[in-house]
């Protein structure tokens, strides 16, 4: 039996995400019988990259504003990076992001996207990784960062970049499979970060 079956999947991106870091995670998660949806706020097709030459489109499965992440049970962000540049100045997409971590759903971000984590305030006090010439970013939101293909901290995995794909998605499918996780020791944190925005 494939260990995801009934589990839906939110993949957050917007134009510009780093093709492969969206591709193969949904090919590894939909081989275990997820179901993934591309949550955008890009229009009916959303831009992937390889590297800095335009790569696919790909069809937006529910526009960000119509998006409700309580349909969802986990969270996964691309990288590269226009993505998240551009997904962490949308205030709907850091709400869509801190709904998971406010109610202890597992999150797999790579790459770039430790910037849209960074944004919605979940990054303090947490253990990540991220692609490396960002480090400066998470060290100065309260995050520890570590030089690792891969890191798991309360079901939350981080990856720094396309060759850490195979480690990303084992440990990825290994958190989602857990589901919801102990409430967040950061629940108040992030709710003061929702009044302020």
């Not at 992001?97 to 960074?118: D, M, N, Q, S, T």
Request: aromatic share 6%; with cysteine.
């Amino acid at each position: 039996m494939a260990k995801l079956n009934g589990k839906k999947i939110a993949i957050l991106v917007a134009d510009g995400f780093e093709q492969v870091e969206m591709t193969k995670p949904r090919e590894a998660l939909e081989k275990e019988g997820a179901e993934t949806m591309i949550v955008s706020p890009a229009g009916k097709e959303v831009q992937g990259m390889n590297h800095a030459d335009k790569g696919d489109k790909f069809p937006v499965d529910i526009p960000l504003e119509e998006a409700q992440p309580e349909q969802f049970d986990a969270l996964m962000i691309p990288g590269g990076l226009m993505n998240p540049d551009e997904l962490r100045a949308n205030m709907d997409a850091l709400e869509f992001v801190r709904h998971f971590f406010r109610e202890g759903k597992p999150v797999a971000a790579i790459c770039h996207a430790a910037w849209v984590l960074i944004d919605a305030g979940v990054v303090r006090g947490r253990k990540l990784t991220s692609w490396e010439r960002i480090q400066s970013d998470v060290k100065n939101a309260g995050g520890h960062w570590v030089d690792e293909e891969v890191v798991v901290d309360n079901g939350l995995v981080t990856s720094r970049k396309p060759a850490d794909i195979p480690a990303f998605n084992r440990k990825m499918i290994e958190e989602f499979c857990e589901g919801k996780h102990t409430a967040n020791q950061h629940a108040q944190e992030f709710a003061r970060v929702e009044l302020e925005t």
